[in-house]
């Protein structure tokens, strides 16, 4: 299903642990990661290809998770013709479909790592995961998906409980900086206080 620019609609996932962290999936049988998403079927919402991606690739159910937000509108990317060569073999396929758009979740886990199952449907899109700095680095993208993951990130980050010092964390900000923010949040986190 494709809309009249080429572009065929879809929804990406960002999953957060309680650390902020982001749930980061490497694609079955390759060496890239990135964060689940999938196409919307005809007929569904946004909300509900969310749900059905969420489970067929990360196994999750609505009850595991809260949904904290999402962008406002669409992002789109464009899939390089190098890569529609390998996917369409006619021409005619190749010129009608340009790219996605995507209306990106930002999702908290509620249920545990363990819920997290990776082989919930019989085609699995990952083979191994970790939890990752929110501001995750760029470069381990796939380079026509980077500016959609930017956008997002920034965009989704406002939704954030930590505050202001989540969002002022710069793109590529060196590592001892970011791990200085989860220790520090960590460290004064009064739920974590005994009483």
């Known amino acids: 299903m494709l809309d009249r620019e080429g572009y065929r609609p879809n929804v990406g996932i960002v999953l957060l642990n309680g650390r902020n962290e982001v749930f980061w999936g490497k694609r079955v049988g390759q060496h890239s990661w990135q ?32 949904i904290i937000g999402r962008t406002r509108d669409w992002l789109r990317y464009d899939v390089p013709e190098e890569y529609l060569r390998r996917q369409y073999t006619t021409r005619v396929h190749r010129a009608a479909y340009r790219g ?41 993208v796939i380079d026509f998906k980077r500016e959609v ?11 954030l409980s930590r505050g202001m010092r989540m969002q002022q964390l710069a793109w590529g900000a060196p590592l001892d900086l970011i791990q200085s923010f989860y220790t520090d949040t960590q460290e004064h986190n009064p739920k974590d206080e005994p009483k």
């Open 35 to 66: 964060f689940p998403q999938g196409g919307i079927q005809h007929g569904e919402s946004p909300e509900q290809a969310m749900y059905r991606e969420l489970h067929e690739e990360v196994g999750l159910m609505p009850e595991h998770v809260q």
């Open 100 to 140: 996605q758009k995507q209306i990106w979740f930002l999702l908290r886990l509620v249920g545990l790592d363990s819920d997290i199952q990776l082989r919930a449907s019989e085609h699995p899109e990952f083979d191994a995961w970790r939890w990752v700095p929110f501001w995750i680095q760029l470069d381990a």
């Open 149 to 159: 993951y930017q956008m997002a990130l920034s965009e989704l980050a406002r939704y």
